[in-house]
């Protein structure tokens, strides 16, 4: 099983500013299938980036992906209020799919 | 659009099954697999199995192997999952997934929460 952690835990910033989140897989992540998640409290999470840096239908070009193999990246370039989320990643290179722990953006 | 809407809320006592619906629109329901996620109460995100819509194969978590069961009606477009034996430990907000390309997890539905209590 594919072992995702992220960091930093949580991460505390203002509007405008600059984000960027880790995650790291204890192998190497099929394909580089890798998705990154946006979940608001009491929301279903929705989908942001797949296969590591492809941004999904209606994201906003603040958002992006990088990394490959086993360390990603999803880099949010000026937030705004409406970004302030827990973020997670998820591998579905293999089985089981796996989620990271999550890291939560805060303001 | 695609839509994906679940079944309602339940309590349900320890030992006791639980049967959840998900019924998909907006798309030729066999043409994706369908995944089932779930969260309890302050956690992180739990991936519990997968279905293919198209011929019903599973692929389940090994944690709930035995207990869980995928199963989908394409007549009506509905995936449906069931969990057996019931703990504490169960009470979550259950998430399905519709899933596209390469299976990212792309159409949420609204979750159903499901609390276990004697």
């Known amino acids: 099983e594919i072992v995702l952690t992220q960091s930093p835990g949580t991460l505390s910033l203002s509007p405008g500013e600059r984000a960027t989140l880790s995650c790291r897989a204890s192998?190497?992540?099929?394909?580089?299938?890798l998705a990154w998640y946006q979940q608001k409290a009491g929301q279903a999470p929705r989908l942001l980036i797949y296969?590591?840096?492809s941004r999904a239908s209606g994201i906003p070009d603040r958002f992006s992906g990088s990394g490959s193999g086993t360390d990603f990246t999803l880099t949010i370039s000026r937030l705004e209020p409406e970004d302030f989320a827990v973020y997670y990643c998820?591998?579905?290179?293999?089985?089981?799919?796996?989620f990271g722990p999550g890291t939560y953006v805060d303001v | 659009q695609v839509q994906v809407v679940q079944s309602g809320a339940e309590v349900k006592k320890p030992g006791a099954s639980v049967k959840v619906s998900c019924k998909a629109s907006?798309?030729?329901?066999?043409?994706?697999?369908i995944s089932w996620v779930r969260q309890a109460p302050g956690q992180g995100l739990e991936w519990m199995g997968w279905?293919?819509?198209?011929?019903?194969?599973?692929n389940y978590a090994q944690k709930l192997q035995g207990r869980v069961s995928l199963t989908r009606d394409t007549s009506t477009s509905t995936a449906y999952m069931e969990l057996r034996s019931l703990t504490s430990d169960d009470t979550a907000v259950y998430f399905c997934?519709?899933?596209?390309?390469?299976?990212?997890?792309?159409?949420w539905g609204q979750g159903t929460l499901i609390t276990v209590s004697a």
């Open positions: 296969g590591a840096s």
């Open positions: 997934v519709s899933e596209r390309g390469a299976g990212e997890f792309a159409y």
């Open positions: 998820q591998q579905y290179g293999s089985s089981p799919r796996t």
């Open positions: 279905i293919s819509a198209y011929n019903g194969n599973t």
């Open positions: 907006g798309y030729t329901f066999t043409t994706y697999g």
């Open positions: 192998q190497s992540v099929g394909s580089n299938y």
